[in-house]
C-alpha cells in the first residue's frame, strides 16, 4: 500500500494522459455530481455532499474539504461503456445489393472515482454483454480498453445499502488502482500490470500503520451509516412465491412508470434497437437506445403489450433485479447503490417494497 | 453484430397476406440451422424482426423463410423479388429437440402461422422416416384463404409417412374437410398415438398453446415431453437487449422452444 500527498492527485490525472487515456471522473453539472472529462484534479466537487432521500437529491457544503465526501450522482459509467445513444451500423444502398459498415471503437478511457458498488455494477453488466455465446462488441471494445481507479468511500448516501447487498463500501477487484481517501493523504494500491505501471510514475511512500489503520476505521464508519438495509435472505424464492402479492398493485398505483429508475441504475441493461434513415433514403443507421421495461411499447407482440399494467411492469422490474437475475446471472441484479430510490419522482424504496412482501409473506390477490 | 448479406433467389406466395422467401448467402457462406430456429431479418430503411426458418435442414446454400406482412418490416420483407437483398443474423435460439422423439410418438400441432417454425421437423422427420414412431400433424388455420403450405400439406396427406388433420376454425362451401379449433383434434389424435409416451410439440397463437397444451397434458402426454415455441418482442436474438424475458428465460436464447415443465409456474402469472 502506497501513500500519496493529497496535493498530488493531479499528477495521477496527469499520469493516465500521458498513458493516452482521456480521463472521466465526477464534476458539478446540471444541479448534481455528474460524470464527464477531468482535466486536473481542481475540476473535482471537492468539499461537496449531497443529502439524498427517497425521491430528494440535494447538494451541499461539507466543512472537511475532501476530494470524495460525495458518493453517487444520477449517471453511472453504463452511460460509456453501454452508452444511451450508439449507431451500431450503417446500410448503404449499393449496385451489389446492401452495404453494412460498423466503426470500431479507438479511445483510451479512464474512469476516476469508481466506488464499489459501481465496479461490481460494471462486473454484472461484463455478464451480461461478455459471458455469452454473442459477446457485444462495442461494449466489448470500450470495456478492455478503459483504465479504472476505485476509491473506497469514506461516507454512506441516505439511500445506499452495499452492505446488505454485499458489494461494498470496499472494493474488493476489478479496478486497477484502488484510491482510499484519508484525512491528510490518499492511499493508493494498485491491481493490475498497467495499475501498477502507472502508480510507479507518481511520488509515493511506503503507507505508514497509523494510516492503514485509519482506513479501517474509516470503512467500519461507513458500514454503520448505511442510509439503508434489504434483506437478502432466501429474498430471490421469496419474491418469486409472490407474484400475486396484493403489494404490487399497490406501488402500481404509486409508480408513474416513468423509467427513471431504469435509466439511473447501473446495472440495468434493455434498450431497443431503430432504424435511422437519412432523407433521401439512400443510407441508414441501426441505433441502440436504452429502453426501459416501464414502457408499454417494450412488450408489444401481436398488437398487444404483454405487461399492460403499472403493476405488471414494476414487478418486472423489481424481480427481475432480485430474483430472476439469479437465475439468470447465478447472482442479484442489485448492487445497492440506491440511485432508484433517491431518483424516483415519487419516492418509491425497492428495499420498502422487498420488505413489505417479506412481511405479508403469502399474501396474494382477492382475485386470484 | 453486423447481419450478412442476403438475396433473394425465389418468392413463392403462400396466401394473400404471406410469403415464402427462399434467400442464399451473397458470398457463398452456406447456412446450418436446427428446427425451431430463427434469425433476425433486415428490411433496408425499416428494420430488423424474428422469422423463424421454414425449409430444410442440411441443404448448405439456401434458407427459407415464411413472412406474413402485419406491419413496416414484414411488409418490405413480402414485397422483396428475386435478386434483392436483405441482412440476416443467425441462426439463434434453441429449436424443437427432435431427438427427444426418435423411436416413439410425435405429435405435431399448429396455428396459423405457427405451422412455419414445425414445417423443418416434418422435413427431419421425412428425411429418417424410420426413426420415429406415428407422427401425427394438427393443422388449424382461421379461414381457407389464411391456411399456409396447402400443396404440401395435401402431399402429406396423400403420402403414407405422415397422418395429417387440416381444420379450419371457419365453415368454407369450398371446403369438406373438419371444421373447428384445432384443439377439437386432440382427442383423435390421442387414440391414435401413446400419448404417455409421446413427444408433442405446439406453435401457433398464444391463445391456441395455452388450450392446446391444457388439453394435451389433460390427454396424458408428459409436461417435460411437451414443448412450445414462445413469442416476445425481440431486439437482439443474442440475449443482450432484454425485451423476451419471460420470467427467468431470455426467450431468444433459452427458447423460442420451451417444454411445459419449466413453464408451469409461469403460466399462472398473469403479464409476466
Ligand atoms: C421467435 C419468433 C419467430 C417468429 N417467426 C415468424 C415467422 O416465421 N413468420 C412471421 O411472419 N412472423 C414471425 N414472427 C413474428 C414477427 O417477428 C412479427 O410479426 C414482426 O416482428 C412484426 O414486425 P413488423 O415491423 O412487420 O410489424 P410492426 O410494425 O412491429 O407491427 C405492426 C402491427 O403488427 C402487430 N404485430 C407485431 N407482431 C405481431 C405478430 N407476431 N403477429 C401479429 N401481429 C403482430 C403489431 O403489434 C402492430 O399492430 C416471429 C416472432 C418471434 C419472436
Ligand atoms: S436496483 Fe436500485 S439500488 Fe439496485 S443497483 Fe439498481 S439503482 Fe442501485
Ligand atoms: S418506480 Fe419510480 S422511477 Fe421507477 S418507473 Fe415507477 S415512478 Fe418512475
Ligand atoms: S431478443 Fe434481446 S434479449 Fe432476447
Not at chain 1, 111 to 120: I, K, N, P, Q, S
Not at chain 1, 277 to 297: H, I, N, P
Not at chain 2, 211 to 238: D, I, K, T
Request: charged share 25%.
Amino acid at each position: 500500500m502506497r501513500a500519496l500527498a493529497k496535493d498530488n492527485l493531479s499528477l495521477l490525472i496527469q499520469a493516465l494522459r500521458e498513458e493516452g487515456y482521456e480521463v472521466l471522473g465526477p464534476r458539478m453539472g446540471e444541479g448534481a455530481i455528474i460524470y464527464g472529462p477531468l482535466d486536473s484534479a481542481e475540476e473535482l466537487p471537492r468539499g461537496w455532499i449531497e443529502e439524498q432521500e427517497a425521491g430528494r437529491y440535494r447538494l451541499k457544503r461539507d466543512p472537511a474539504n475532501r476530494y470524495f465526501a460525495f458518493t453517487l450522482g444520477p449517471q453511472s459509467w453504463k452511460k460509456y461503456l453501454h452508452p444511451p445513444n450508439l449507431c451500431l451500423y450503417k446500410t448503404k444502398k449499393t449496385d451489389q445489393g446492401l452495404e453494412f459498415k460498423s466503426e470500431s471503437w479507438h479511445k483510451k478511457q479512464a474512469f476516476l472515482g469508481v466506488r464499489a458498488c459501481e465496479m461490481e455494477a460494471i462486473l454484472k453488466q461484463d455478464r451480461v454483454f461478455l459471458e455469452q455465446l454473442h459477446p457485444d462488441k462495442p461494449y466489448q471494445e470500450r470495456r478492455e480498453s478503459v483504465f479504472l481507479v476505485g476509491v473506497n468511500c469514506s461516507r454512506a448516501g441516505g439511500a445506499c445499502f452495499c452492505v446488505s447487498t454485499e458489494t461494498g463500501p470496499t472494493l474488493k477487484s476489478g479496478d486497477d488502482i484502488t484510491l482510499t481517501e484519508l484525512e491528510e493523504i490518499f492511499l493508493l494500491e494498485a491491481r493490475s500490470a498497467r495499475g501498477r505501471a502507472v502508480l510507479g510514475r507518481l511520488p509515493t511512500e511506503e503507507a505508514s500503520s497509523h494510516a492503514l489503520s485509519e482506513a479501517a476505521r474509516q470503512e467500519e464508519h461507513v458500514c454503520r451509516q448505511m442510509g439503508r438495509t434489504l434483506d437478502t435472505e432466501g429474498l430471490a424464492e421469496l419474491l418469486k412465491n409472490n407474484l400475486n402479492h396484493p403489494r404490487w398493485k399497490d406501488v402500481g398505483d404509486r409508480c408513474l412508470t416513468c423509467g427513471n429508475c431504469t435509466m439511473v441504475c447501473p446495472t440495468c441493461f434493455c434498450f431497443s434497437v431503430e432504424e435511422m434513415t437519412d432523407l433521401a433514403g439512400l443510407e441508414s443507421q441501426r441505433v441502440r437506445q436504452w429502453d426501459s421495461c416501464f414502457s408499454e411499447q417494450f412488450t408489444l407482440t401481436s398488437g398487444n403489450s404483454q405487461r399492460s399494467s403499472a403493476e405488471a411492469r414494476y414487478r418486472q422490474w423489481m424481480t427481475h433485479k432480485l430474483a430472476t437475475w439469479h437465475d439468470q446471472f447465478d447472482e442479484s441484479g442489485c448492487v445497492g447503490c440506491g440511485r432508484c430510490i433517491v431518483w424516483c419522482p415519487v419516492g418509491i424504496d425497492i428495499t420498502e417494497e422487498a420488505a413489505v412482501i417479506r412481511e405479508k409473506d403469502g399474501a396474494s390477490h382477492a382475485n386470484s | 453484430m453486423i447481419p450478412a448479406l442476403f438475396e433473394v433467389t425465389e418468392v413463392s406466395r403462400d396466401n394473400e397476406v404471406t410469403f415464402s422467401l427462399e434467400a442464399r448467402s451473397k458470398n457463398g457462406v452456406p447456412f446450418h440451422f436446427r428446427p425451431g430456429q430463427f434469425n433476425m431479418l433486415y428490411a433496408f430503411g425499416k428494420g430488423e424482426i424474428p422469422i423463424s426458418i421454414s425449409g430444410k435442414p442440411y441443404t448448405d446454400h439456401t434458407v427459407i423463410h415464411t413472412v406474413q406482412n402485419v406491419g413496416a418490416v414484414s411488409r418490405a420483407l413480402t414485397e422483396l423479388r428475386p435478386g434483392d437483398s436483405f441482412g440476416l443474423r443467425g441462426p439463434f435460439g434453441r429449436g424443437w429437440p427432435v431427438e427427444k422423439a426418435l423411436g416413439g410418438d410425435l405429435l405435431l400441432m399448429a396455428g396459423g402461422l405457427g405451422l412455419a417454425p414445425l414445417r423443418p421437423v416434418i422435413y427431419e422427420v421425412l428425411h429418417s422416416r424410420s426413426s420415429f414412431g406415428r407422427v401425427i400433424l394438427l393443422y388449424g388455420a382461421r379461414s381457407l384463404e389464411r391456411l399456409v403450405f396447402g400443396e404440401e400439406l395435401k402431399q402429406w396427406q396423400d403420402g403414407h409417412d405422415l397422418e395429417v388433420f387440416v381444420t379450419l376454425d371457419i365453415a368454407d362451401p369450398e371446403w369438406n374437410g373438419h371444421v373447428g379449433v384445432v384443439t377439437s383434434l386432440c382427442r383423435t389424435a390421442a387414440q391414435l398415438i401413446d400419448a404417455s409416451n409421446a413427444t408433442a410439440f405446439i406453435c401457433g397463437p398464444p391463445i391456441m398453446m395455452r388450450f392446446s397444451m391444457r388439453e394435451l397434458l389433460g390427454l396424458g402426454v408428459q409436461p417435460a415431453r411437451c414443448f412450445v415455441s414462445l413469442e416476445r418482442n425481440m431486439q437482439c436474438g443474442v440475449g443482450h437487449c432484454g425485451h423476451c424475458q419471460y420470467g427467468p428465460l431470455f426467450l431468444c436464447k433459452d427458447g423460442p422452444v420451451i417444454d411445459c415443465e419449466g413453464l408451469l409456474p409461469w403460466l399462472k402469472v398473469k403479464e409476466l
